[in-house]
C-alpha cells in the first residue's frame, strides 16, 4: 500500500471458509454409516452354525474379489476415483489442467445439491446493504471449480504481445462473498508454477534494466533509460527490492545488491524526505532484507537510517512529523498539508519501529512509536473511524478535517491496527479492538452497494455527506478482511468473522471488476460510482500507477482460502501489464487505462517491484515461505517480517529483554 497516489502452510479449505479436512472425513463416515444400515436379530435357517460358516466362507471370497475390482478401478480410473487416492499427474506445457475433484456439474457438500439456476435465484436477491449482510455464502455447492483455461499450462516462450482484455460481468458467481465452487488442496499449484516462472521473468527484466542504466540510484525511467534521484540518492528502488530478489531466488542479484547497501548506501542526506514513506520502503526493506538473510550489513543500515528517522517523533504531542532532514534531524510537517499530520502515516511506522526496538534494546523505538496509538485510541471518534488530518503541534493531538476514508491517507492506518497486534502474538488487546471497531464502522457507514451489478464497494464520507468513490488503494482491504477473519478472536466460524470475510471476497471481485471492465483490462487510479451504471474511471484520475493492491488481495486470499479463482484473475491482471506497461528497460505507468494504443510513462515506483511483482510471485508460488497466519506479518510496502513469537521459536535474542 502506498500512501502517495512460510514454512509452507496448505490452504485451510477444501471449500474455502467453511469445509476443512476434518470436516470432510466427519462428512464421509457419517455417509458410510447411513450406507451400512442397522443390525437386526433374525430365526431364519440361516441361523444354523454349520450353514453360517459355507456362508462366511462364501462371503468372504466375494467381498475378496469384489475388492480387488474396485481397488483395480480406483487406481486407473481418472475422473471417477477419490482425489486423495490419486497421484497427481506431471503436466507438461499446454496439457490440459484437469479438476481433481469431480467431473459433474452438481457437487454434493454437506449432502447439499445446488444447480447453477438455485444459486442464481439466491443471489439474485441481494439487492441492497441490508440484503448483503444478511446473505449466508454459499460455499462449494456448484461442482467443480470451472475456470481452468483449456491450454493448460503457459510455455516459456508464451507471447504477452497478443492480450486482450477479456471483458467484465464475468464470474458473477462470486460478486456477494460466495465460493460456490469445489475444489482440491493445491490443484492448480502446477499451472501456477508455470506461470510463477513468468512473473520472474518480469522481475529479472525490470532488475536488468535498473542494474544497467541507474544502479544504486532512486529509481530509473523505464523508456529514456537513465536514473533519477529523486528520493536523496538513498538508492530507493534497489533497497525496496531486496526482499523481492531474495523470495524468487535471484541470489546473484541479490548479493550484488547487498554489497552497494554496505560500501555505498548513505543515508548522511542533507535534505528533508517523508518520515513515512522512507519507514516502510527503506527501513522495512533493510529489516526484512536482514531478517531474511541474517546478513549484519542489512542491519547496521537499518539502524543507522532508524536513529535518523526517529527524530521525527520530536513533537509535543508525540505524534510524529511528517517529514525529517537525514543529516540536521530538523523535522516538520508537508507544507501542502497546513501544518498538519496525516493519519496515514504517522500510523504506519509501527511494525518498523517495534521489530527495530527488537534487534537493538532501544525501549524509545517501540514505546515512542506505539504512544502513538494510544494516544489516537483516546481520541475515540465515532464509529472507531478517523479523519485524515490531525493537528499535531500543539498540547494535545486533535482532529483536522472531517474527511472519513479507506483509500489514500488513511488506508494504512486501518492496516496496521490488525498487524501491529499480530505482530505482538495477538495479545495486545488495544490495537484488535481498534480494528475491531473501525471495521463496524466500515460495515455501518461506508459499506455500499452499486446499481445495477450490486458490486460492493467502500465509499468516502465527506462532513458527513457519501461520495461514491472508491481509490485502487482501497484494495488492499480484501486481503485485510480476510486476514482479521482467520484470526478473530471470537473465532472463524463467528458471524463476525464471516461477515469480514465475505465483505473481502465481495471487496475483491469488484477491484477485480475494475481491472476487467476496462479497454486496457488494468484499473483507474480510482473509480466513480453512478446510479444505473456501477462505476466509471474517476475523473481526472484515468492513469495507473503500477500499483499493487489489488493483487496484494488476491495474493491473500488465495493463500488462506485456496481457490484459485484468485489466480486466475490475478493472471489476467499480470498479462495486461505485460501487455500495456513493458518497454526496453522495465515497466512505465499508464497515463489513461481506456485507451489501448497509449505508450507506457517514463515512470517506474519502486513499490512496482517491492509489491506488484512480489505479491504476483507468491500469488504462483506453492512452496513460498510466508506463512500469513503462523510466521509472518507484511510491512504496508509488502515486506515480510517475522512476527515475534515466530522470532522467540526461531531463537533470535530480543534485546529488549536484556
Known amino acids: 500500500l502506498m500512501l502517495s497516489s512460510f514454512i509452507h502452510y496448505p490452504p485451510l479449505l477444501v471449500f474455502s471458509n467453511t469445509a476443512t479436512t476434518s470436516n470432510n472425513n466427519r462428512m464421509a463416515k457419517s455417509a458410510l454409516r447411513r450406507r451400512r444400515g442397522t443390525r437386526q436379530s433374525s430365526s431364519s435357517c440361516f441361523s444354523s452354525p454349520i450353514i453360517q460358516a459355507v456362508l462366511g466362507g462364501l462371503l468372504l471370497v466375494i467381498i475378496g474379489l469384489a475388492g480387488g475390482i474396485i481397488m483395480g478401478l480406483l487406481a486407473f480410473s481418472s475422473t471417477k476415483a477419490d482425489p486423495s487416492l490419486r497421484k497427481p499427474a506431471v503436466l507438461e506445457p499446454n496439457e490440459l489442467v484437469a479438476n481433481d475433484v469431480t467431473s459433474n456439474n452438481n457437487a454434493v457438500v454437506g449432502g447439499n445439491v445446488m444447480s447453477k439456476q438455485e444459486f442464481e435465484k439466491q443471489v439474485d436477491t441481494i439487492i441492497t446493504k441490508e440484503d448483503f449482510l444478511k446473505h449466508e455464502a454459499i460455499i462449494g455447492q456448484l461442482g467443480a471449480f470451472p475456470y481452468y483455461p483449456e491450454s493448460g499450462l503457459v510455455s516459456k516462450d508464451h507471447d504477452f504481445s497478443s492480450f486482450t482484455a477479456p471483458g467484465g460481468s464475468r464470474f458473477d458467481e462470486y460478486k456477494h462473498g460466495d465460493s460456490p465452487y469445489s475444489y482440491s488442496p493445491g490443484e492448480s499449484d502446477a499451472l501456477a508454477r508455470s506461470r510463477r516462472f513468468h512473473?520472474?521473468?518480469?522481475?529479472?527484466?525490470?532488475?536488468?534494466?535498473?542494474e544497467q542504466y541507474a544502479f544504486g540510484q532512486d529509481e530509473i525511467k523505464p523508456r529514456t533509460m537513465r536514473g533519477d534521484n529523486g528520493w536523496g540518492g538513498i538508492g530507493i528502488t534497489l533497497v525496496d527490492s531486496l526482499d523481492t530478489l531474495w523470495l524468487m531466488n535471484m541470489t546473484e542479484e541479490f548479493y550484488r545488491a547487498r554489497d552497494w547497501c554496505r560500501d555505498k548506501l548513505n543515508h548522511n542526506v542533507n535534505r528533508p524526505v517523508s518520515t513515512f514513506e522512507t519507514t516502510i520502503r527503506s527501513l522495512g526493506g533493510l529489516l526484512a532484507a536482514f531478517d531474511l538473510s541474517g546478513d549484519n550489513a542489512f542491519l547496521d543500515q537499518a539502524k543507522d537510517l532508524g536513529a535518523r528517522l526517529f527524530k521525527a517523533f520530536g513533537t509535543p504531542t508525540g505524534i510524529p512529523s511528517g517529514q525529517v532532514n537525514l543529516a540536521t534531524g530538523r523535522a516538520q510537517n508537508i507544507g501542502w498539508t497546513g501544518n498538519q499530520a496525516i493519519t496515514a502515516e504517522f500510523a504506519t511506522l509501527q511494525l518498523e519501529f517495534r521489530l527495530l526496538a527488537r534487534l537493538t534494546g532501544i525501549s524509545d523505538y517501540k514505546e515512542k512509536s506505539e504512544r502513538v496509538y494510544k494516544l489516537l485510541d483516546e481520541m475515540n471518534p465515532k464509529h472507531g473511524l478517523y479523519p485524515y488530518f490531525i493537528r499535531n503541534t500543539g498540547k494535545k493531538p486533535e482532529f483536522g478535517n472531517d474527511k472519513i476514508t479507506f483509500g489514500a491517507m488513511s488506508d494504512s492506518f486501518y492496516e496496521y491496527m490488525l498487524k501491529i497486534w499480530i505482530q505482538g502474538g495477538r495479545k495486545e488487546k488495544l490495537y484488535r479492538d481498534m480494528y475491531d471497531r473501525a471495521i463496524q464502522g466500515m460495515h455501518d457507514e461506508l459499506l455500499t452497494l452499486s446499481s445495477p451489478s450490486g458490486l460492493v464497494f467502500i465509499a468516502d464520507k465527506n462532513n458527513g455527506k457519501m461520495d461514491t468513490k472508491m481509490d485502487h488503494l482501497v484494495c488492499f482491504m480484501g486481503g485485510l478482511l480476510a486476514l482479521g477473519a482467520y484470526t478473530d478472536p471470537q473465532g472463524f466460524h463467528s458471524d463476525r468473522a464471516q461477515r469480514d470475510l465475505k465483505t473481502a471476497k465481495s471487496l475483491t471481485y469488484t477491484c477485480y471488476q475494475m481491472y476487467a471492465r476496462m479497454p486496457t483490462g488494468i484499473s483507474a487510479e480510482f473509480v466513480q460510482f453512478y446510479p444505473g451504471k456501477d462505476f466509471e474511471s474517476g475523473r481526472g484520475a484515468p492513469h495507473y500507477l503500477l500499483r499493487p493492491e489489488t493483487v496484494e488481495s488476491f495474493f491473500y486470499l488465495y493463500q488462506l482460502?485456496?481457490?484459485?479463482?484468485?489466480?486466475?484473475?490475478?493472471?489476467?491482471?499480470?498479462?495486461?501489464?505485460?501487455?500495456?506497461?513493458?518497454?526496453?528497460?522495465?515497466?512505465?505507468?499508464?497515463?489513461?487505462?481506456?485507451?489501448?494504443?497509449?505508450?507506457?510513462?517514463d515512470k517506474m515506483e519502486s513499490f512496482f517491484l517491492a509489491e506488484t511483482l512480489k505479491y504476483l510471485y507468491l500469488l504462483f508460488d506453492p512452496e513460498t515461505p510466508i506463512d500469513l497466519l503462523h510466521t509472518h506479518v507484511f510491512n504496508t510496502e509488502a515486506h515480510p517480517l517475522r512476527i515475534f513469537p515466530a522470532m522467540d521459536q526461531d531463537g533470535v535474542m530480543d534485546l529488549l529483554e536484556q
Not at 199 to 210: D, L, P
Not at 571 to 595: H, N, P
Request: charged share 30%.
Open 199 to 210: 512473473v520472474k521473468k518480469a522481475m529479472e527484466h525490470a532488475w536488468k534494466g535498473y
Open 561 to 601: 482460502t485456496g481457490d484459485p479463482v484468485y489466480r486466475e484473475w490475478g493472471w489476467e491482471v499480470f498479462q495486461a501489464i505485460e501487455r500495456y506497461c513493458r518497454t526496453d528497460a522495465g515497466y512505465g505507468s499508464l497515463k489513461d487505462v481506456r485507451k489501448t494504443s497509449g505508450a507506457p510513462e
